[in-house]
């Protein structure tokens, strides 16, 4: 018996692909490893004596990564319609709150 495409792909091309739950994307992947990440680049960028604003090379990526697979993930819920509403509403205002931070220097 074969299995799924989705199957066969590793955790994260599936989370890009909206093939996980959308809890597992928006909690585990958005949240929970964008936590992680937060901390890693931080210790990375400190560590590595560079400035602050160098920070944003690694968060603009992983800011699109997410967003794409959340907004992916929301489109195939199946569930309440209010949350994969409410999910995609997250991302756009995680998006619009970075860009702010981009511009104003914060």
Partial sequence: MAKKK???ENFFVRF???DLSLPMSYWVVG???GVAFAFLVGIFTISAGMSEDAMWGFF???QIYIAVGIWRS???YKGAKFWSV???ISVV???VSNLFSILAGV
């Fill in 86 to 88: 409410l999910a995609k």
């Fill in 31 to 33: 949240t929970g490893f």
């Fill in 74 to 76: 929301a489109d195939k």
């Fill in 16 to 18: 890009w692909n909206g």
């Fill in 93 to 95: 205002l995680g998006i």
């Fill in 60 to 62: 603009i990526p992983w």
């Fill in 6 to 8: 989705s199957q066969n």
